[in-house]
C-alpha cells in the first residue's frame, strides 16, 4: 500500500551534510524529513575523514549547537615531516576562530543523537528505490521503499546530501549542469589501524611518496600513503604496509598493530555547477569533490549547508527567497577557493617528496614552498587562514 505524505524540505542523505542541514532547520522551525539508504548502526560505525575548521566552529556557535556538538581539544598544530625530519607548524589565529578535533564520525554521531534523541528529527532509514521527480518545478516529490511500503513524500525542495554517487544529481536532466574535473595522477592507500596518534597530526614529505597519520577516535589513527592509481589491496599486504610507513616517517620504532580495513582513493577534484535545478539543490559530494590532502570536503559540506539553511529560513518563514535564489553562486565561489588550496597543497606534498611523478625540478620547487610555511610570515599567516577556513 502506498502511503502520502508532505513536508517542507525532503533531505536525501544523513551524512553529516543531511544531518547537519536537517538540525538547523530543526532550530529554525523548518520541517523536514532525511531519508537515509543505511541503517542508524551503519552510520554510527562508518569512518570517515574530516576535522571542524576554526569556521565550521563558528557556524555551530552561531546556531546555538557547538557545546551540544562539539568536543575535543583545540587542532592547532600539523607535523610537515621531511625525510624523516619533523616541522612542527602551529596554526594561528584569534583565540575565537580556532579548529577544534571533532571528527565527522564523532560529528555525525552527536547529530544523530540531537536530531533522534534530542529533536525528534524525523530520519528515514533503510530507504530504497528512491526516485525524485518533478524536481524542476514549485511541487516535486520524492518515491521511495522501506519495510513498511511504497511512500510519495511531496515537498517544496529536495535537498540532495547523499554523495557523489547518489541520487539526487543523477535525476538532473544531461545538459544542465557543467562538470569540471582535474585528475591528480596519483592515489592514496588509506588504512584504519589500531594505534592513536600519538604526537602531532602527520603530513609527511619523503623520497618513496608522501605519509599521513590522522587520529581516528582516542585509540585509532588511519595512514594515508601515496600509492600508483591501478594499485589494489594484493599489493599493500600488511608488511609492506608498515615498512612503507617506517621508511616515509622515518621512524622505525614504529610497530605494527592491528589493520582493520584498506581502501584506495583516487586523487581528484570535481565541481558541478549549477549546484541547483529548480527546486532541487545539490550540497556537499554530491556538487563537488576535493582532494583528500586538503582534508576541505567535509568543511564544504558544512558551508554549503549552512548557507542552504539560512536561506530556507528567509524563504519559508520570511517569504524572502533571494538568499535562496542565490545558493548556487554564494557555495561556488567558496568552492573555486577551496579548490584553490586543495590543488596547491596536494601538489606541494607530493612533488616534494618521490621526485618520478613530475620531476627534480618540481620537486625543488615544492620543497621551497614547503620551507615558506616555516620562515615567511605572510605565507605562515596564508596558509593559517586556509587550514582555519576564515579566509
Request: hydrophobic share 40%.
Amino acid at each position: 500500500m502506498e502511503t502520502q505524505e508532505k513536508t517542507t524540505v525532503a533531505i536525501i542523505g544523513a551524512g553529516v551534510a543531511g544531518l547537519t542541514l536537517a538540525t538547523f532547520l530543526h532550530q529554525a522551525g523548518v520541517a523536514c524529513v532525511v531519508l537515509e539508504r543505511h541503517d542508524r548502526a551503519y552510520l554510527e560505525q562508518r569512518q570517515r575523514a574530516g576535522v571542524v575548521e576554526a569556521r565550521g566552529v563558528q557556524m555551530f556557535e552561531r546556531w546555538g549547537l557547538a557545546e551540544q556538538l562539539l568536543g575535543g581539544p583545540v587542532a592547532q598544530t600539523i607535523d610537515y615531516r621531511l625525510n624523516g625530519v619533523s616541522n612542527i607548524f602551529e596554526i594561528t589565529g584569534d583565540a575565537g576562530s580556532q579548529g577544534r578535533f571533532c571528527t565527522q564520525q564523532m560529528l555525525v554521531l552527536n547529530l544523530l543523537r540531537e536530531l533522534l534523541d534530542g529533536r525528534a528529527g524525523d530520519i528515514r532509514f533503510d530507504v530504497t528505490e528512491l526516485t525524485i521527480h518533478h524536481a524542476e518545478g514549485p511541487q516535486p516529490h520524492v518515491r521511495y521503499t522501506d519495510a513498511t511500503g511504497t511512500h510519495e513524500l511531496a515537498c517544496d525542495y529536495v535537498i540532495g546530501c547523499d554523495g557523489s554517487r547518489g541520487t539526487s544529481r543523477a535525476a538532473i536532466p544531461p545538459g544542465v549542469l557543467t562538470t569540471y574535473n582535474y585528475e591528480f595522477g596519483y592515489a592514496w592507500l588509506a588504512a584504519l589501524v589500531e594505534a592513536p596518534v600519538t604526537g602531532h597530526p602527520i603530513m609527511g614529505v619523503s623520497d618513496y611518496g608522501f605519509v599521513g597519520q590522522l587520529p581516528r577516535g582516542p585509540h585509532r589513527s588511519r595512514y594515508y600513503l601515496q600509492c600508483a592509481l591501478s594499485d589494489t589491496a594484493e599489493d599493500w599486504p600488511d608488511e609492506r604496509l608498515w615498512q612503507e610507513i617506517q621508511r616515509r616517517t622515518g621512524d622505525e620504532t614504529i610497530q605494527p598493530v592491528v589493520v582493520h580495513d584498506k581502501f584506495f582513493v583516487p586523487l581528484r577534484s570535481v565541481v558541478h555547477a549549477p549546484m541547483q535545478y529548480g527546486s532541487l539543490f545539490l550540497a556537499g559530494d554530491a556538487a563537488h569533490l576535493v582532494p583528500p590532502a586538503s582534508a576541505k570536503g567535509m568543511n564544504l559540506a558544512l558551508y554549503d549547508v549552512d548557507v542552504l539553511a539560512q536561506a530556507l529560513r528567509s524563504t519559508v518563514r520570511d517569504q524572502d527567497p533571494t538568499t535562496l535564489q542565490q545558493y548556487s553562486d554564494t557555495c561556488l565561489a567558496r568552492v573555486w577557493k577551496y579548490q584553490e588550496f586543495a590543488l596547491d597543497m596536494t601538489n606541494m606534498l607530493h612533488d616534494a617528496g618521490d621526485a618520478s611523478q613530475h620531476g627534480p625540478f618540481r620537486q625543488q620547487v615544492a620543497r621551497a614552498q614547503l620551507a615558506s610555511l616555516f620562515t615567511s610570515p605572510t605565507a605562515a599567516q596564508l596558509h593559517s587562514e586556509y587550514q582555519r577556513g576564515t579566509f
